[in-house]
Each structure stands twice: as C-alpha cells, then as structure tokens.
C-alpha cells in the first residue's frame, strides 16, 4: 500500500513524528502538500466526509483517512513492526505516545504562551516566563519520566529491544530541544543519559540516517513547534 501524508509543507511539526515512522518501516508514502501544493491538503479537509480530519497531520490509507498524530502511529505501528504485537503493547505504546503529544503542547506553548494567533513579539515576557517554568518544573517530569522508562526496559529502547514508534518520537523531542534550546539542552543532558543515547541510536539506524541525510527531512525553522529564540535560552 501507498500512502498519502497529509501536513504542512514547510515544517516538521507534528508530521515529523509520521514522517519518521513511514521512513524507518521504509513504507511507500506521498508528502502530498509538498508535492502538490496545499490547495490539494485543504480540498481534503474540505470534501464532504463522514469522518473528516479537523487538522493535519491526517494519512490517506486506501480508503480510510486517519487523523491525529498518535492515533496514525497506532495504526502504522501494528502494520510495519513498529509496535507490540499484544493488545496490551499496543495499548501502553498509544499510551507513551500521548504523553510525548502532551509535552509536545508544552513546547510549542514556551513561545506562544497567550495563544498561536499572536506573534511572538506580542508576548515575549509571558514566554520568557513560560520557558523558565517549563525547564525547571516540565522538562525534569517529562524527560525524567521516559528516561526511568528506558533504565528499566531492559533493553535499548522504551519497551526493550525492538524499536517502536515512541522511540522515534523521543528521537525527534531530543533533536527539537537540541536546536531551539542548544544552551539549556546541554547543560541538561547530564540528567537523562539513556535518551541521549536513545537519540543516538535512533540516528544511527539504517533508514533515519538515510532520512536525515535527504530533502525529505525538513530543516528545523521559525515556523515549526521547536524555535528558537536566543532570549529563551538564556
């Protein structure tokens, strides 16, 4: 099957998370806004359905549109071995990967704290104050919590010693954090060595390193959920 990847054409966001799971299950998938325009993306949305996606990313699959990020995940991830094979698994993996979607609000929300319908520059003081919050209380609770995951897994990824969806998405928190915050990220690694080395390997794969080395990888900007502003990351 061939699918159709839905999502903005000039960030990551949040179909990155999507995009990483198709490239390491090497499945056969269209990025069909960059590849034809969003006018194509927003007539989807628009078509009289029964089950309309309310906002990218949302994947074509055959007949069946599925939107939401984790709830794609879980549908890829019993497809292509990206996931448990028990209900239980697949359960506690969909887990895992809505509290990545939690904090993945917490990050976007360091610079647009009052809404994303104002500019930055409307609201740099509450971000300012946002982002100190979030690396003091968030970033510990988050991070710690996958990082203890991971110590006890038994393996070298969250669930062991195959690779899921949810390692990919620990992957991209990590490379995110890294650019938009590369001074506290840094002195920040020290406390979750397992995820550091989670993002290594992760890189390391065959087909991620293939991905990150190609076009098809869109380069972090000012427009996606991990930003930088250097008067954050102070």
């Known amino acids: 099957m061939r699918y159709e990847l839905y999502y903005w054409p000039m960030i990551q966001g ?4 999507v995009r990483l799971a198709l490239e390491e299950a090497g499945a056969a998938y269209r990025d069909v806004a960059r590849e034809d325009g969003i ?3 927003t007539a989807m949305m628009a ?3 029964d089950t309309p996606p309310f906002a990218p990313p949302f994947l074509r699959a ?4 599925i939107g939401q990020t984790a709830n794609i995940l879980l549908f890829l991830g019993s497809r292509h071995g990206l996931a448990p094979k028990t209900e239980a698994g697949q359960l506690w993996v ?3 990967q809505l509290t990545v979607t939690d904090f993945v609000v917490e990050i976007h929300d360091t610079h647009h704290p009052l809404g994303p319908t104002l500019y930055y520059e409307d609201q740099r003081a509450p971000a300012k104050k946002r ?3 979030f690396w003091s209380e968030r970033v510990p609770k988050f991070l710690g919590y996958f990082e203890q995951l991971l110590s006890k897994s038994g393996g070298a990824y969250i669930t062991g010693r195959r690779l899921t969806y949810v390692d990919l998405s620990l992957f991209q928190i990590v490379a995110g954090l ?5 001074h506290r990220m840094t002195a920040f690694e020290r406390n979750i060595p397992g995820l550091v080395a989670l993002h290594g ?3 390391a794969r065959p087909n991620i390193s293939a991905y990150l080395a190609s076009d098809r990888r869109i380069p972090f900007n000012e427009d996606g959920i991990f930003r930088h502003y250097k008067a954050l990351d102070a």
């Not at 055959?62 to 549109?65: A, F, I, K, N, Y």
């Not at 890294?178 to 590369?182: I, K, N, T």
């Open 47 to 49: 078509a009289d359905s």
């Open 178 to 182: 890294r650019y938009a915050f590369p």
């Open 62 to 65: 055959g007949r069946r549109v």
């Open 94 to 96: 969909h887990q895992l």
């Open 39 to 41: 006018g194509t993306m």
């Open 131 to 133: 982002t100190a919050e």
């Open 201 to 203: 390997r992760v890189a």
């Open 14 to 17: 949040r179909g990155e998370y």
